[in-house]
């Protein structure tokens, strides 16, 4: 009975005990989401505040003087070319992230195949040009005048197709499956590229997932392309012509108005912000539903029979 008490009072404490941890666990990731959240907010309230007052009182979570005039501003000026750049950026970033997934993680299948020969001088070139580049101008004429690249979608698509960070953290992945999967699928009759579909690529989804979200950034923010390759307005992505706009805010706001212009007030600072929030919306509004895909990649990827 005595027993039976002491073990009571243990368990009462231990959950105690837990509750007080999960709760200080609650605590503490609430506090760091409201950090991580505030820029976000406080970038969507500028863009909604008046630029007046925020030139007078500053930035604020609250908007001040509630008004719609940036975007408007914003839609007004270009709102087709968005929408036309919308659709450019989107089939940029979901055509260069499968095809960049794909030739990635060939070369870091091939890579982490220990009988491949000269696999060891491919990997050594590989780095060499992380190390050691030819520089802006020899890059610049080989997209152009070799391969063609001018007001073209390959100029937003092709370049951005390989990364060498990315290759060797694929490889290093590929090398840590059991070659005996690989050994017993070459008795079955299968080839190396049917292993690589079959076998090494879902048992990759992490990984892949990972670089993939990797890429699909690197082509949605891609602007430097642009800016070298494309004249043609059609083909501005969506990074690229919220740009030009910001550099035709800044260059009003500093005295060089064109002719007819006048004394219009250009809210530069809301423009700004405006310009983030429909940057990164489609994005934050996009996440919740991939999150569930992602994390079952992850699952799917974690667990090997």
Not at 59 to 85: E, K
Not at 163 to 181: G, H, K
Not at 187 to 192: K, V
């Amino acid at each position: 009975m005595q027993l039976t008490k002491r073990t009571g009072r243990r368990s009462i404490r231990h959950s105690r005990g837990d509750s007080l941890f999960k709760a200080l666990c609650v605590g503490f990731v609430a506090f760091f989401a409201a950090v991580c959240l505030y820029p976000l907010l406080l970038v969507l309230g500028v863009s909604f505040s008046n630029e007046t007052d925020v030139l007078r009182y500053g930035y604020s979570v609250i908007p001040r003087n509630f008004t719609t005039d940036t975007y408007r501003y914003i839609f007004l000026q270009s709102g087709s070319r968005i929408t036309d750049s919308y659709v450019i950026t989107i089939f940029t970033t979901v055509v260069g992230t499968l095809g960049a997934l794909l030739v990635t993680g060939m070369i870091s299948f091939a890579l982490s195949i220990k009988q491949l020969r000269y696999r060891n001088l491919i990997a050594f070139v590989c780095n060499f040009t992380i190390i050691f580049s030819a520089g802006l101008i020899p890059w610049y004429i080989v997209c152009t005048r070799l391969l063609g690249f001018n007001n073209s979608l390959n100029a937003l698509i092709v370049p951005g197709m390989f990364s060498v960070w990315y290759m060797f953290m694929l490889r290093t992945f590929f090398a840590d499956i059991p070659p005996s999967l690989y050994e017993s699928a070459t008795l079955d009759g299968a080839g190396y590229f049917g292993i690589f579909w079959r076998i090494a690529t879902p048992l990759s989804t992490t990984a892949l997932l990972t670089i993939g979200l990797m890429y699909a950034l690197n082509y949605w923010n891609n602007w430097w392309n642009a800016l070298l390759f494309i004249d043609r307005k059609e083909l501005f992505p969506l990074q690229y012509l919220l740009y030009n706009v910001l550099s035709n805010v800044n260059a009003i706001r500093g005295g060089r108005m064109p002719p007819g212009v006048g004394s219009v007030r250009i809210p530069a600072e809301t423009v700004k912000m405006g310009l983030t929030i429909v940057t990164i919306g489609p994005i934050i509004l996009l996440y919740p539903f991939i999150q569930k895909y992602f994390v079952n990649g992850i699952m799917s990827g974690a667990v090997k029979e």
